[in-house]
């Protein structure tokens, strides 16, 4: 198959459930013949919402058809109300009707977080784990959660209760296919970048601080996902180190929780919680002096608020599903690049985040 030029491509190293992650400009013209691989007899199935069906469904017809590719598509609403156990039912329904989707057929999951974690869970529990291919659209998708194999639905209880680990087969980025996302999901896409630089690339962090969102999204893309496939080759299930992703994200989850999920979307909230888990360290003598103020700055130039107060956000955070009995493991920085896992009590918290 001819490559596009300028393909980076990087290898998600698990054994026989390593994947590749192919990044590239102009890349998705090119998914058919990727997709070839890895489509056998038993269906292809693509689940994407309505905004990116409008968008983008006709391209995908055209690319899939040029590498003699038929598929069925399965379309949800848009939005995090669709993570739900009464869509899954659809899918799997649909799945089943007239045979669809049999135990050697693909998913592909086309569109943003939600789409990637819905569908990909479809494909983990499908007659116990089918294959599937992920195909990002938003920049978080791109640099977060359609690498490393989570996959989950929300309850009624809370966000990502049911969920399953279940590795793609294949990641295909076209950076490009950011360009039609609203504003504020894209800066919301650039707070997990941002994340990034944070816990694990100083280089990054400095490259945001100087171009800001200029900085080349197709490099910034290949950073994050390299840092993100290299703590997934780590600890594959969440068990030690992948937990600096997590990064912002216990205050993050508290803050969205905290307004009902309606007045900050992810991106919003997590970059209210990295400012808040900068200046806890900082106050707790773990993160160098400083760190904090050069954070807020940052988040400031990629146009996102860091202001957030600290009142009643324990209470939502002893209800996360990564909290403790008797405390929490924060993520704090040692400085702008390295972050370390730090165990408090609920006591030790709420005094230090009122200090
Ligand atoms: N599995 C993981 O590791 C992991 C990691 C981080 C986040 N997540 C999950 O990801 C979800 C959030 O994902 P998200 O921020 O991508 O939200 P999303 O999937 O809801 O997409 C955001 C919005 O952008 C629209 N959209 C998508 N691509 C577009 C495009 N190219 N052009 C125009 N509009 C487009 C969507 O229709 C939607 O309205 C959450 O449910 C979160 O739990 C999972
Ligand atoms: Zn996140």
Known sequence: MSDVADNRILTVGLGDRSYDIVIGEGSFAEAGARLRDFARDGGLCVVSDENVRDIYGGALTETLGRAGLRYDSFVIPPGEGSKNISLLSGIYDWFGEGGRLKRDGLVVAFGGGVVGDLAGFAAATWMRGVSYVQIP???????????????????????????????????????????????????????????YGAIASEGLFGRLERNGRATGLSDVIHECCSIKAKLVEEDEFDAGRRAILNFGHTFGHAIESKYGFAKYNHGEA????????????????????????????????????????????V?????????????????LLKRVGEAVVHRMSWDELEETLHG
Do not use: W, Y
């Open 270 to 313: 997590i970059s209210a919680g990295m400012s808040m888990a900068a200046a806890v360290g900082e106050r707790l003598g773990v993160t160098d002096k400083g760190t904090a103020a050069r954070l807020d700055a940052l988040l400031s130039r990629l146009g996102l608020s860091s202001r957030e107060s600290a009142d009643g956000l």
């Open 315 to 331: 209470a939502h955070m002893r209800s996360d599903k990564k909290a403790l009995a008797d405390g929490v493991n924060l993520i």
């Open 137 to 195: 659209t938003t920049l978080l998708a791109m640099v977060d959660s359609s690498v490393g194999g989570k996959t989950a639905i929300d309850t009624k209880r809370g966000k990502n209760l049911v969920g399953a680990f279940h590795q793609p087969s294949l990641v295909l980025i076209d950076p490009t296919l950011t360009e039609t996302l609203p504003e504020r999901e894209l800066r919301a896409g650039f707070a997990e970048v941002a994340k």
